[in-house]
């Protein structure tokens, strides 16, 4: 069974060394594509039996305590959000630092399970720092030595309840017994499409002050009424909401719409332009909702554009369709509206619902199930080749100055989104017009509707 762990604490404690040892070389792709923000390194990690994911916050040792309140913060909240539990390391030589109560005031308010590290305690220096740690009130500190490999045992002893309550919780959810012996898929040899069990779909709602975000939110919490107790049900923390939408687990990240509004239009305004953003950085399936009366404005077309260039998966939802006379020839004409405003996100599916009265929240559930998969989708390299072949026969590729770019090899780098890198001669020379061809291409032959897809073009060497 595998979980997710973030390695939070402020700068140089030794984070990133701890990161390395647990991942080893197992680091997943980073991304380079323009415009995709991907701040949080993840990795595969292995300790002993257990395999998880980790999720490092380091990298940021040129902030400085001033802007701790800032980007810091908000990263260690977003890793927070995306974990099932947090390791919050310590430097065991300095001891604890007001810089390490701020970290402890971030994770007991995100009410996040918190694994206490005092690393760097190797020899005798360590050992007062150890001893200081416990008075953060997070519970029994692992001394550890990231550099030298000390407290890895005692590490995987205390990873061990939460891998055990997440294989617990996920028995829950999915209404099953927990399964033993999945865990063969995480690991090195496992492709990264492998599924993971359990882990929430992260989703944001996000549209415009009054498109009846919180209506809708509050409408699918109203019908969740299979779950008690506080581990099965809906938990929240300061910006997320966990919640089981009819067998799909889901993460449901915050918006203006779920808080109370402010009395001011205009700082409603801002508020939901911003916060949108911020939710569609967390989200991996962006649910852009929109008013049927008032369709398409500005402010839902910058929202939909920049979920698709920060890489999600888009899904249109027009609401208060109860009020809609003509229905069908309402759909046919947004349907239009939609391909020519929105041409980037092509064949991306719109939905018509009424959070009033619940209608269609069953096509948007299986709407987001199904572009969350698509945004996973890998396509096999001898099929994409063989694909390849098929598309420059159909309509080679030009020949500016006479001499014809030739199309060597595709490989598929990434998932979500999906990204390929298709080896050429002259990448330079390559025309939009032909990207566009192929993109549309993989689009269609291997069904990746309403996703991004990013492909790179690369010369030899
Ligand atoms: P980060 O800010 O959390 O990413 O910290 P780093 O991993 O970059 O480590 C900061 C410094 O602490 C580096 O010089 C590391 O070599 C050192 N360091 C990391 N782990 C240990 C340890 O277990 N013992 C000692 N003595 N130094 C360590
Ligand atoms: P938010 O600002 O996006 O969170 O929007 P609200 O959820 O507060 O909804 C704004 C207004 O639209 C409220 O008066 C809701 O009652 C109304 N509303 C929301 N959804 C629907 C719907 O499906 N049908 C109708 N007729 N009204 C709706």
């Not at 009054?210 to 779950?227: D, V």
Request: proline share 6%; with cysteine; glycine share 8%.
């Amino acid at each position: 069974m595998t979980f997710t762990l973030a390695i939070v604490g402020r700068p140089n404690v030794g984070k990133s060394t701890l990161f390395n040892r647990l991942v080893g070389k197992r680091l997943a792709l980073v991304d380079d594509q323009p415009g995709v923000t991907r701040d949080l390194r993840e990795g595969e990690a292995r300790l002993g039996d257990l395999r998880f994911t980790v999720i490092d916050t380091a990298g940021l040792e040129e902030v400085t305590d001033d802007s701790l309140q800032g980007r810091m913060r908000r990263l260690t909240e977003r890793a927070v959000a995306e974990a099932d539990a947090c390791l919050f390391v310590i430097d065991a030589r300095m001891g604890v630092t007001p810089t390490d109560e701020v970290f402890a005031d971030i994770l007991r308010r995100a009410n996040a399970r918190v694994i206490l590290a005092a690393n760097k305690s190797e020899g005798r220096a360590g050992q007062a720092g150890v001893f200081e740690a416990y008075g953060l009130g997070l519970g029994e500190p692992v001394p550890l030595s990231a550099e030298h490999g000390e407290g890895m045992a005692e590490l995987h002893a205390a990873l061990m309840p939460i891998a055990d309550a997440m294989a617990e919780r996920r028995a829950v959810i999915a209404d099953e017994a927990p399964v033993t012996d999945v865990d063969v898929i995480d690991g090195e040899d496992a492709p990264d499409w492998a599924p993971r069990p359990g882990r929430p779909l992260q989703v944001a709602v996000v549209g415009r002050p009054n498109a009846g975000k919180s209506t809708l939110i509050n409408r699918i919490l109203g019908e969740e009424r299979l779950l008690t107790g506080p581990e099965a049900g809906i938990t929240r923390d300061s910006i997320s909401l966990s919640l089981d939408w009819d067998g799909v687990p889901v993460r449901l990240f915050d918006t203006a719409g779920m808080r109370k509004k402010a009395k001011v239009q205009d700082r409603l305004e801002k508020m939901s332009v911003a916060d949108g953003l911020r939710a569609v950085k967390f989200a991996e399936v962006v649910v852009v909702l929109l008013d049927a009366a008032i369709p398409f404005e500005t402010q839902d077309l910058r929202i939909a554009d920049l979920a698709e260039r920060e890489g999600r998966a888009v899904v249109v939802a027009v609401n208060k369709w109860d009020l809609e006379a003509d229905k069908q020839g309402r759909l046919t004409q947004l349907r239009e509206e939609f391909e020519r405003l929105l041409p980037q996100l092509k064949g991306a599916p719109l939905v018509a619902v009424s959070a009033r009265t619940g209608r269609g929240l069953d096509r948007l559930r299986e709407a987001v199930v199904s572009a969350h998969a698509v945004w996973n989708r890998r396509v096999p390299t001898a099929a994409l080749n063989r694909w390849l072949g098929e598309m420059v026969t159909a309509h080679p590729p030009p020949a500016p100055g006479g001499r014809r770019i030739k199309l060597r090899y595709a490989t598929q780098a990434k998932t979500r989104p999906p990204g390929f890198v298709v080896m050429c001669s002259h990448p330079d020379r390559m025309p939009e017009a032909y990207k566009r061809y192929l993109v549309n291409g993989l689009r269609l032959d291997f069904d990746m509707p309403g996703t991004p897809i990013r492909l790179t073009l690369r010369g030899q060497g």
